[in-house]
């Protein structure tokens, strides 16, 4: 079976992007919970009220995101082999859009937070391998993050990249991680070589 899709996250993988998520949790008060399972599960007026403490945290930490170096290359190369991206994040569809519009960045496929799918869950995962039509072995997962690994685990999908200078972080999860989009790539290219 060959690599025929690659899912992305959006903060910490495709954009570099700062978020204080201890500052964010404590004014949000999540007891510990997920933020999104967390605001869904309040009453209104309080939900609406902190959904907007959200947002103006992810506007100001989008607003001075960049592109994190080498992934334009990374991901025009994959382009050019046919390799179809899609993007998934736990963020919202008008920092999606920012963020797209000010990298001129495309992927064949979309899911963000306002779909009802969140990682950790492999719901979001699975979905894109619906609409693409690929199977879990045809696909690899490119995050940052321990919920990046999670859903890539239970989607079922095996090659799972984190890109993270710190790898004692993912020690016993299963994952390869890189320090660099360059150093993944070299992986990637070995991958399609070997499969192709």
């Not at 919970?33 to 007026?45: D, N, R």
């Amino acid at each position: 079976m060959r690599l025929r899709g690659a899912i992305f996250d959006m903060d910490g993988t495709v954009v570099d992007v700062q978020y204080n998520w201890g500052k964010i949790k404590e004014e949000l008060e999540t007891q510990g919970k997920s933020i999104l399972m967390y605001l869904e599960s309040l009453e209104e007026p309080e939900r609406s009220k902190k959904w907007k403490v959200l947002e103006r945290f992810e506007y100001e930490a989008t607003q001075k995101a960049r592109l994190k170096p080498g992934m334009r290359e990374f991901l025009d190369a994959l382009s050019k082999k046919g390799i179809k991206k899609a993007l998934v994040t736990n963020n919202s569809q008008k920092s999606v859009s920012f963020l797209l519009k000010k990298f001129n960045l495309e992927f064949d496929y979309v899911i963000s937070r306002e779909k009802g799918l969140w990682k950790p869950s492999g719901a979001p995962f699975l979905a894109v391998l619906k609409e693409l039509g690929l199977s879990k072995e045809e696909c690899c997962v490119v995050g940052d993050s321990h919920f990046d690994v999670r859903a890539a685990q239970e989607a079922g999908i095996p090659y799972i990249f984190i890109l993270n200078e710190d790898k004692e972080m993912f020690n016993t999860l299963g994952a390869e991680v890189f320090s660099s989009v360059e150093v993944l790539q070299t992986r990637i290219d070995e991958l399609l070589d070997k499969r192709n």
